[in-house]
């Protein structure tokens, strides 16, 4: 999205580019010797990628995608030397990732004290460092002690041409509702199966269906947890080719967001969120500054409580039975084309160049 709305502001924009990811579908779940070799192929593609951006045309400007770590700390000795300043889309932090979110190095451990410092030194040659939301700017700008100005934001958004909105929704019972994502700690898996497990003993409860879809850090808790509850109403699966996810969607009667109790959930909008409401499908997420940047409670968009199953059961049990009820279901449906904004290609280029313009 980011590269084809700079394409779309610089026609003649160049482009220094190699691949270290070829043959890995899934980077949340990287065993030691695929890192390793991420790493070396990482490693080997700067002198071929030095050597293309040295030969480039004379320009003001060099933007560096994500995770561009490395990128924008070999980069930036040329870049001073071509008299370019550096834009780098951060997305998010390694160090607030690893260290904080999924919690898979101490904090006080000298990896992650090499980490914090390699981030550090980034954001210092950086002029100006993008994050998809302004409460994440916020918080990146407070971690590095940086400048407010030094951070901005725009949106992830979505591929209009996948993710539109879906005719025909669902209707009658079972309710299904839809989960998908790779099983991080944001995501907020164990919430989600809870509330399912709490959904099963309520006799105010319509027939409902759910499938999850996903892999990661957090499956082999979660799989566990479908077990012990015996859910007979949950369908897992591992994996969904990323072409057929707008099918899922379209098919589900109810869409869900993340729900973790706290941290990088609350400063983030998911991918996820992006697609659910390019499909207008009915959204159900935990309420946080961040998604209020873009959406509010509504007939077709419930917000609950992060971390708290309790709420979330509550809500899809409402919906559900709003869903099941014709009259009530058209107008959920109706009011999703009003209160779900698509953020494709137009919104994303335009924050982009607004961006660029002031730095």
């Known amino acids: 999205m980011m590269l084809e709305a700079l394409r779309e502001l610089e026609?003649?924009?160049?482009v220094c580019h190699r691949s270290p990811w070829t043959g890995i579908e899934d980077k949340s779940v990287l065993g030691p010797r695929a890192r390793v070799m991420v790493l070396l192929r990482?490693?080997?593609?700067?002198?071929?990628?030095?050597?293309?951006?040295?030969?480039?045309?004379?320009?003001?400007?060099?933007?560096?995608?994500?995770?561009?770590?490395?990128?924008?700390?070999?980069?930036?000795?040329?870049?001073?030397?071509?008299?370019?300043?550096?834009c780098w889309?951060?997305?998010?932090?390694?160090?607030?990732?690893?260290?904080?979110?999924?919690q898979m190095l101490r904090a006080n451990g000298l990896f992650a004290r090499l980490l914090y410092a390699t981030e550090w030194?980034?954001?210092?040659?950086?002029?100006t460092i993008l994050l998809d939301t302004r409460e994440h700017a916020r918080y990146i700008a407070d971690l590095y002690r940086l400048p407010a100005a030094r951070?901005?934001?725009?949106?992830?958004?979505?591929?209009?041409?996948v993710?539109?909105?879906?005719?025909?929704p669902p209707t009658g019972k079972p309710v299904k509702v839809l989960f998908y994502g790779q099983f991080i700690p944001l995501h907020g898996l164990p919430v989600i199966v809870e509330a399912i497990r709490q959904i099963a003993g309520r006799l105010d409860a319509p027939a409902m269906e759910f499938t999850i879809i996903g892999t990661g850090q957090e499956q082999p808790t979660v799989d566990a947890m479908i077990k012990e509850h015996q859910l007979g109403n949950l369908r897992r699966v591992p994996w969904v080719d990323y072409s057929l996810l707008g099918q899922k969607i379209a098919d589900a009667s109810i869409c869900l967001g993340v729900f973790a109790a706290d941290g990088k959930a609350a400063r983030v909008i998911p991918n996820k969120v992006f697609q659910i409401l390019a499909a207008k499908r009915p959204l159900v997420t935990m309420d946080c500054p961040a998604i209020r940047e873009i959406i509010a409670l509504g007939r077709s968009i419930r917000l609950v409580r992060p971390g708290d199953p309790?709420?979330?059961?509550?809500?899809?049990?409402?919906?559900?039975?709003?869903?099941?009820d014709p009259a009530?279901?058209?107008?959920?449906?109706?009011?999703?084309?009003?209160?779900?904004?698509?953020?494709?290609?137009?919104v994303v280029r335009e924050q982009l160049a607004s961006v660029l313009e002031t730095q």
Request: glycine letters at 4%; one cysteine or more.
């Open 89 to 102: 889309d951060m997305f998010l932090s390694a160090y607030d990732t690893v260290v904080i979110d999924r």
């Open 328 to 346: 009530k279901a058209a107008e959920i449906h109706e009011a999703a084309q009003k209160e779900m904004p698509m953020v494709g290609m137009t």
């Open 121 to 127: 030194l980034a954001t210092r040659a950086a002029q």
């Open 151 to 161: 951070t901005k934001s725009v949106w992830v958004g979505v591929e209009s041409d």
């Open 163 to 168: 993710f539109t909105p879906a005719r025909n």
């Open 11 to 14: 026609p003649n924009l160049v």
């Open 42 to 86: 990482w490693l080997a593609a700067y002198p071929a990628l030095l050597f293309a951006y040295l030969r480039a045309p004379r320009h003001d400007r060099v933007v560096v995608p994500y995770p561009g770590i490395l990128d924008v700390l070999i980069l930036y000795p040329f870049a001073r030397l071509r008299g370019a300043q550096i």
């Open 310 to 324: 309790s709420d979330l059961a509550d809500a899809l049990v409402a919906l559900a039975n709003e869903l099941c």
